[in-house]
């Protein structure tokens, strides 16, 4: 992806970027909220990916399986053995039980088949080993140029430019920085991806980081009155749980 390939061009409709799939309507980062996404018309499908106690990449939010799973304990601390028996659709609805945790190889060999690109969230700690790792399976499925890694993590997104440099990066905010532009440049962004109530601190970081080429994507967004202020401050993209809806507004505009 071409440096400012994020950047929303005139005229432009913004982005649509799916939160752990379409989040809203499905159980969050599975394959049937990435599916739902799709159909919803989303441009990205943002996953939160970390690794099993024997390093193996897995889609899944929080750093248990508490919430999310029928099982119990630390992402960390289950392989991807325990992982993988795991259901991660019955919390959400009967109707969505049986949905898996996926693998990361997993959801790529989906992306490749299904179509769309992907929002990679590194979560949370990593070593630079987990990152090869990571950097490892995105190549190994040809999905260079459909996924832009997003991360809170200074350390893992400087992992990812040394150990992958074709693949865009994004920061996550929860508050600003005092010279984002200064940020992005040592980090090497293509996009500071503030949340809404940070950017709301100071909407005038949005025309610094264009100028400075960095695309600005904020989350986690579901009401349309916010997407209104948002579209007309000029951001690139919208993160939020109801890719369906907010296609739907952009489209009856
Ligand atoms: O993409 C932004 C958002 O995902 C960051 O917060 O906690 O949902 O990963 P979180
Ligand atoms: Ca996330």
Redesign the pocket.
């Known amino acids: 992806l071409a440096p400012g390939a994020f950047l929303r061009q005139p005229g432009a409709p913004l982005t649509v970027l799916a939160?752990?799939g379409a989040s809203s309507a499905a159980p969050e980062n599975t394959l049937l909220s990435d599916e739902v996404a799709r159909r919803a018309g989303a441009d990205w499908i943002?996953n939160?990916v970390q690794p099993s106690k024997d390093g193996v990449p897995h889609v899944l939010?929080d750093d248990t399986v508490d919430r999310t799973t029928n099982g119990t304990g630390r992402v960390r601390d289950l392989t991807a053995a325990q992982l993988g028996a795991l259901d991660a659709g019955a919390w959400f609805a009967p109707a969505t039980a049986g949905a898996r945790v996926p693998t990361l190889a997993a959801q790529l060999d989906d992306l490749r088949t299904r179509g769309g690109s992907l929002?990679l969230?590194i979560?949370g700690p990593h070593t630079r080993d987990e990152v090869a790792r990571i950097v490892k399976d995105v190549r190994d499925h040809g999905m260079a140029g459909r996924v832009f890694v997003?991360s809170f993590e200074t350390d893992a997104l400087r992992y990812t430019r040394e150990l992958a440099p074709e693949l865009p990066l994004g920061l996550?905010r929860a508050s600003l920085d005092a010279d984002p532009v200064a940020v992005a440049a040592d980090l090497g962004l293509s996009a500071y991806?503030p949340a809404d109530a940070a950017l709301a601190t100071r909407p005038e970081v949005v025309a610094a980081l264009h100028a400075a080429g960095v695309a600005v994507n904020v989350?986690?967004v579901d009401a349309p009155a916010r997407w209104k202020a948002l579209d007309a401050a000029g951001v690139d993209g919208i993160?939020t749980n109801r890719p369906a809806e907010l296609a739907g507004w952009l489209a009856a505009r």
């Open positions: 939160h752990r943002e939160d939010h929002l969230e979560k997003q996550l991806n989350w986690t993160i």
